[in-house]
Nanobody, 126 residues
Framework: HVQLVESGGGSVQAGGSLTLSCTAS????????LRWFRQAPGKEPERVAT????????HYGDPVKGRFTISQDNDKNTLYLHMNGLKPEDSGMYYC????????????????????RGQGTQVTVS
């Protein structure tokens, strides 16, 4: 049973940077997309970034475009989220998820319906 484990969260001042990691305990053969999403207290989950694993195509939510970068290291079974120029509104619990979709129909929107997700890592920006 493959698990996803996030790490790298913490507290940072506005304008600072953090890199989140999401490590899978094994190869996820049933997925072709990986995503980060976040949720702040009292708010709905928000899609942050998606990567389609075969092509490397990425998609970002409007609030993070130009500041965040999603990447993958297949040899390490690890997904990353490099976050720069952090703002207080970026605060929340960040989750990684793996999913499966038809990339040609989804890549323009970042759609990646999750089949599994991690437990999250907290990011606080003050």
């Amino acid at each position: 049973h493959v698990q996803l484990v996030e790490s790298g969260g913490g507290s940072v001042q506005a304008g600072g940077s953090l890199t989140l990691s999401c490590t899978a305990s094994g190869r996820i053969y049933s997925s072709n997309c990986l995503r980060w999403f976040r949720q702040a207290p009292g708010k709905e989950p928000e899609r942050v970034a998606t990567i389609y694993t075969a092509s490397g195509v990425t998609h970002y939510g409007d609030p993070v475009k130009g500041r965040f970068t999603i990447s993958q290291d297949n040899d390490k079974n690890t997904l990353y989220l490099h976050m720069n120029g952090l703002k207080p509104e970026d605060s929340g619990m960040y989750y990684c998820a793996a999913g499966y979709t038809v990339e040609s129909m989804s890549s323009s929107t970042g759609y990646c319906p999750p089949t599994m997700r991690g437990q999250g890592t907290q990011v606080t920006v003050s």
